[in-house]
């Protein structure tokens, strides 16, 4: 039988003369609310924008500009968006990068904020609040940037569509945000995601529910299906904003191929392959033109790699390379080496996440501000021989992956195994089990401003695992 050929793009940079294609501009306007939601058949409050969650899709093309205009109708809660991925440092607007605290103030409840940006580059991205655990509660969702008419891909394909995971609890996030922070032995970890989300959907087992807070038939947590044709290529454009789970993602029967990673072209990646048992699979129906709608395989659903198999996720990293075509190789040297740890710490009685064993709190003033005035101030956890994946993110600008590999990170004799040939510049990278990861960046931006750079595993925002890039030119 022959199988369709699926080609996967996630979290692209060009090497692409715009020449005289003309850009466009992209008005959104957004409210943000609080609505009811059943994602998975279960009702919970959530954040939606215009009503929905995940939000609507921006679309784009390189070099277009896109205005999002937000509207907090929180009444209680600020807000502010990230939008994940795009080059804010890069394209020299980081005051548009949406992170409280660090490149702008909140957006206060009945406020509203304009955001105004380049995508510079074709790729697939996402969008996400900023601000405490919202991203977490619904606000969220994807921006598809294209290359401009009358250029091609590296690579060929019939039709796309868009995948955004998410994992889902069915407490709010105020009751997980508090016990996380509690000390001692009130601290209550949000333990295993109830369902995870492709879309905005899922499926929960309502027979495990309360009475009247879940509804097997709603269409709203129906699972969504793909209808796909026989001897096609596809394009899955796929984003995980999960925030506590690192999931695999497989099509039963098929090969997958990844050709773009956080905005770059990879060099073509065949067979890609969560979270502890407990949390079902997430699953969506692919479903071939001719066959109805809905009906479910009768094959028994692919169980995936183990939630703590991280060899196959570590192969798979350094499978990844940069496309043939596109290489943009990294400096040779670096200026400077900077060693973090992450590692989980108890202070003051508090469990926190902490980097050389610093916490991080966000401040009153973000830092971009209080700059501009002149006002500056790995992974082991506490259970013995435990480690955790923690997926690390750079705000604004990308960062070249020379190397990674398992236990302590030798400075004199791992760097001579580093990749200087064809790494893949990347935005996001997992920080696997009781490893090291090696990344390089350029500091490129034209003026100076400050990011952040976190891991976005969000519940280890509460804990403090974050840390503040300063760049000044
Ligand atoms: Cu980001």
């Known amino acids: 039988m022959a199988f369709n050929k699926i080609l996967l793009f996630s979290t ?21 609310t609080y609505q009811y939601k059943s994602p998975d058949c279960f009702n919970k409050l959530a ?24 509207n907090n109708s929180l009444l209680t809660e600020n807000t502010a968006i990230h939008w994940h991925g795009i080059q804010t440092g890069t394209i020299g607007t980081p005051w548009m990068d949406g992170t409280e605290g660090v490149t702008q103030c909140p957006i206060l409840p009945g406020e509203t904020f304009i955001y105004r940006f380049v995508v510079d580059r074709p790729g697939t991205y ?24 009358g250029f091609k891909e590296p690579f060929r394909y019939d039709h796309e569509y868009n995948i955004l995971l998410h994992d889902w609890w069915h407490n709010s996030t105020y009751d997980q ?26 499926r929960f087992n309502c027979s495990l529910a309360v009475s009247g807070y879940c509804n097997a038939s709603l269409p709203e947590c129906t699972p969504l299906t793909i209808t796909v044709a026989h001897g096609k290529t596809y394009l899955l454009r796929i984003a995980s904003i999960t925030s506590l789970s690192a999931l695999s993602f497989e099509i039963e029967g098929h090969n997958l191929t990844v050709v773009e990673a956080d905005g770059h072209y990879a060099d073509p990646l065949p067979n890609v392959v969560s979270r502890k048992p407990g949390t079902p699979t997430g699953t969506r129906l692919f479903n071939y033109y001719g ?8 094959t028994i659903l692919p169980s995936g790699p183990l939630w703590n198999d991280t060899d196959y996720r570590m192969m798979q990293s350094w499978a990844t390379r940069a496309h043939p075509n596109f290489i943009e190789p990294p400096p040779a040297q670096s200026d400077r080496v900077i060693i973090l740890l992450n590692t989980q710490n108890k202070i003051n009685g508090f469990t926190r996440w902490s980097l050389n064993n610093v916490s991080h709190d966000l401040p009153h003033t973000p ?45 004199e004799t791992d760097p001579t195994n580093y990749n200087l040939k064809d790494p893949t510049l990347k935005n996001n990278v997992a920080l696997q089990t009781s490893g090291w990861i090696a990344i390089r960046f350029k500091q490129i931006i034209p003026a100076c401003g ?7 595993l969000i519940f280890s925002w509460v804990w403090g695992l974050c ?6 030119g």
């Open 12 to 32: 692209l940079a060009s090497f692409l003369s715009l020449g005289c294609v003309q850009a466009k501009v992209h008005y959104h306007r957004w409210e943000i």
């Open 47 to 70: 954040i939606t924008i215009n009503g929905q969650t995940p939000g609507p899709t921006i679309y784009a093309s390189q070099g277009d500009t896109i205005v999002v205009e937000v």
């Open 126 to 149: 996402f969008y996400h609040s900023h601000y405490g655990l919202q991203r977490s509660a619904g606000l969220n969702g994807m921006i598809v940037v294209k290359v401009p008419e």
């Open 177 to 202: 945000s508090v016990g996380l922070q509690m000390p001692g032995n009130q601290f209550k970890f949000v333990g295993e995601p109830q369902s995870l989300l492709m879309n905005g959907r899922g």
């Open 291 to 298: 066959i109805p709608r809905g009906r479910v395989p009768p």
């Open 367 to 411: 830092y971009l501000i209080a700059m501009k005035n002149n006002l500056l101030h790995n992974a082991n956890t506490l259970t013995a021989n435990n480690s955790e994946t923690h997926p690390w993110h750079l705000h604004g600008h990308d960062f070249w992956v020379l190397g990674c590999g398992r236990g302590k990170f030798n400075p």
């Open 450 to 456: 400050h990011f952040i750079a976190t891991s976005n």
């Open 467 to 472: 840390l503040k890039k300063v760049l000044t």
